[in-house]
């Protein structure tokens, strides 16, 4: 097991577009495992492959999050079959996005077809937080962030903020390494 590192926005690693996996073999399934303990190492209630600077449609989630009894969850080449009409706003965080928050509007429940750790489709049926997650760990998938779906305005302020951040950041290095 190992933890892996996060990329933070504004970063062109996360705006790619992932390529699927071929067959889900040992070493998809330690990419699997890292990327969760990563994931509840953060914490976080999910994450994409290419967060982690892997361009492969890989993603995990735990609606659990921190709580008592986990529900790990691991997917490849996740692909949505089915998605309700009703569409429900939640708020969304990203780990990419530190401390940043907005709502987004999402289908509400959603079938989803994927590849499991054992190289075994399946299929599953989301509504409520886990929906959400998985709905915002494929668009990560599609290079797309949560703040893609908000307002212009709201996008352009979150991404100057992190932009200022990481020049903040590097100026700290500087200073140490001086
Ligand atoms: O930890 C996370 N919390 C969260 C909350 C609401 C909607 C989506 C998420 S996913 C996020 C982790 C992350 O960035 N996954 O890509
Ligand atoms: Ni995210």
Not at 89 to 115: A, F, T
């Amino acid at each position: 097991m190992a933890l892996l590192e996060i990329i933070v926005a504004p970063d062109p690693r996360l705006k790619r577009k992932s390529e699927p996996v071929a067959t889900v073999d040992a070493a998809t399934a330690k990419l699997m495992a890292d990327m969760l303990e990563t994931m509840y190492d953060a914490p976080g209630v999910g994450l994409a492959a290419p967060q982690v600077g892997v361009t492969k449609r890989i993603i995990v989630a735990d609606p659990a999050g921190e709580k008592a009894t986990p529900q790990p969850i691991k997917m490849a080449n996740p692909e949505i079959v089915w998605f309700s009409e009703e569409k429900k706003l939640h708020e969304e965080g990203c780990l990419s996005l530190p401390q940043e928050y907005d709502n987004v509007e999402r289908p509400d429940k959603i079938r989803v077809k994927y590849i499991d750790e054992n190289n075994q489709p399946q299929e599953l049926e989301a509504d409520g937080l886990l929906s959400v997650i998985i709905q915002h760990e494929m668009d990560h998938l599609e290079g797309v962030l949560f703040v893609d779906h908000i307002s212009s305005l709201k996008r352009n302020m979150i991404m100057r903020r992190l932009t200022k951040q990481k020049k903040m950041g590097k100026r700290h290095v500087a200073m140490e390494t001086a």
